[in-house]
């Protein structure tokens, strides 16, 4: 199905989970971008381990997108305090994808740096997971509330669909009224 939020000429199909759990987001990211036009897009969150694979690629294609994307590997210098970087980026962000991999179970089962965003983003209700590597079934016995929201997973798309997805996701027409 397509989403409301599709641009007229978008080829990009949905299930119907897809667009149930992700229209609250949507409508969170024209909110906030009214309000916040300045803001990242997304905040992209994951595990350490994944920061120069699967991270950096999805990454780079939602930039190549035209995303605008808060990603740790770029946004935080040698020597700058870890911790209040990741909570300017979380302030500066419209909304926050969860790149769910077996290594981010790990993580956030340890309760790592991981854990305080999702706690950030998932009391904002601005978050969304992308499983990759990972099942749904997989999250929710590792975090039950991050688990009960629907995404993209990327054993359904590819990683390119998925970060198509998410460009439209997020793209906000600054003439287009609000759905």
């Known amino acids: 199905m397509k989403a409301s939020w ?14 149930r759990s992700l229209t609250p987001v949507r409508r969170a990211v024209e909110v906030r971008a009214r309000q ?17 694979g699967t991270a950096t690629e999805l990454c780079d294609l939602l ?3 035209g995303v ?6 770029k946004d935080i210098l040698l020597g700058q305090p870890f911790l209040r970087e990741i909570d300017r980026g979380l302030a500066q962000s419209g909304t926050g994808l969860a790149l ?5 179970l790990k993580r ?5 740096v991981s854990d305080r965003e999702l706690s950030a983003l998932l009391a904002r209700d601005l978050l969304f997971p992308v499983v990759h590597g990972v099942t749904y079934d997989e999250l929710r ?3 039950p509330l991050l688990g009960s929201r629907h995404g993209l997973d990327t054993g359904e798309d590819s990683m390119e669909i998925v970060a198509a997805k ?11 009224p609000a759905s």
């Open 100 to 104: 769910v991999t077996p290594a981010f």
């Open 68 to 73: 605008s994307v808060w990603f740790s590997e």
């Open 108 to 112: 956030v089962n340890n309760q790592g």
């Open 36 to 52: 916040e036009p300045e803001l990242r897009d997304v905040f992209l969150c994951h595990a350490w381990d994944d920061r120069r």
């Open 6 to 19: 599709s641009p007229g000429g978008s080829t990009l199909t949905y299930t119907s989970d897809q667009v």
């Open 166 to 176: 998410i460009a439209e996701l997020v793209a906000v027409d600054d003439e287009a």
């Open 141 to 143: 016995g590792v975090s």
């Open 63 to 65: 930039e190549a997108r």
